[in-house]
């Protein structure tokens, strides 16, 4: 038996928390994947002779896959398990596209206001040592929330990917990846 649940839900991630609420779809049309993130959309120029524009890359394909999961999760209820899918299977592109072999990423996250934006995040400073390098954002969100960023690349295969993404407060560094 499945049962539909209403009810609201603050999910705690590392960040800014956000309240989500969870409603029961009713004579909804079925989830689609986001035609706006697919990879030729947004193609990695590589080999990237920066770690950070790696990163603008990243920010951008990631501020599409947030902005097109929220908007399916809207338009067919955020119970409905073939959006979650979805979403799912993107962000796993992304990382993918992104990403050295080695990450696992956590669980999804989104919201109708997005971590990272290409107009609220900008690049604050780049280490490169060699084949690793990390670059240090900063985000200017919502209500001018400023939250702090650390990307960590390595060369893999001839190509700069993402083998951390670090939210900096002044406790400590936490993966949100």
């Known amino acids: 038996m499945r049962y539909r649940l209403r009810t609201l839900m603050i999910v705690l991630a590392i960040g800014p928390p956000m309240v989500t609420s969870f409603m029961a779809g009713c004579n ?33 394909a990631h501020q599409a896959w947030n902005n097109a999961a929220f908007d399916r999760s809207k338009a067919s209820g955020r119970d409905d398990e073939t959006a979650v899918r979805i979403s799912s299977k993107e962000y796993d592109d992304l990382i993918a596209r992104f990403c050295a072999p080695s990450v696992t990423p956590q669980g999804i996250s989104y919201s109708s206001q997005p971590r990272h934006t290409l107009d609220g995040e900008s690049v604050e400073s780049v280490a490169i ?20 960023y650390e990307y960590h690349l390595l060369v893999t295969n001839g190509e700069w990917r993402i083998t951390s993404l670090l939210y900096v407060d002044k406790d400590g560094k936490y993966e949100c990846l």
Not at 42 to 58: G, L, N, S, W
């Open 129 to 148: 040592d060699g084949r690793a390098a990390i670059v240090r954002t900063k985000h200017i969100g919502h209500y001018n929330r400023v939250s702090e």
């Open 28 to 60: 909804r049309a079925a989830p689609q994947p986001a035609e706006n993130i697919r990879a030729e959309n947004y193609p990695i120029q590589m080999p990237a002779t920066k770690p950070d524009e790696v990163v603008k890359q990243f920010i951008a």
